[in-house]
């Protein structure tokens, strides 16, 4: 069974950084496309960003590209999104998940089976 589990969210003042983690376990995690979603109170989890499976391929929301870079280990089964420049929009809560059997992103959230239970993030203005 894949589990997976994210960490490094936090409280962070706007204009501030933060790096999320997100380990994988259960699994071969080179096989899996991965990717970074959120969901604020009252509101659709939303796409963040994704990597394809040799970091060859990666994707952002509008809303963050150019302040966030995702990023993976696959000695460590660990993926990566680093935050900077935060606004108080950043605030939700983020999940990882992955995406196993096939070798493109998706940005919806129905394109991935195996998900964690989400890291707070929350930017104060």
């Known amino acids: 069974q894949v589990q997976l589990a994210e960490s490094g969210g936090g409280l962070v003042e706007a204009g501030g950084s933060l790096r999320l983690s997100c380990v994988v376990s259960?699994?071969?995690?080179?096989?899996?496309?991965m990717a970074w979603f959120r969901q604020a109170p009252g509101k659709e989890r939303e796409f963040v960003s994704a990597i394809t499976r040799n970091s060859g391929t990666t994707a952002y929301a509008d809303s963050v590209k150019g302040r966030a870079a995702i990023s993976r280990d696959n000695v460590k089964n660990t993926m990566y999104l680093q935050m900077n420049r935060l606004k108080p929009e950043d605030t939700a809560v983020y999940y990882c998940a992955a995406r196993s059997g096939f070798i493109t992103i998706s940005r919806v959230p129905g394109g991935y089976r195996d998900w964690g239970r989400g890291t707070q993030v929350t930017v104060s203005s």
């Open positions: 259960g699994g071969t995690f080179n096989d899996f496309v």
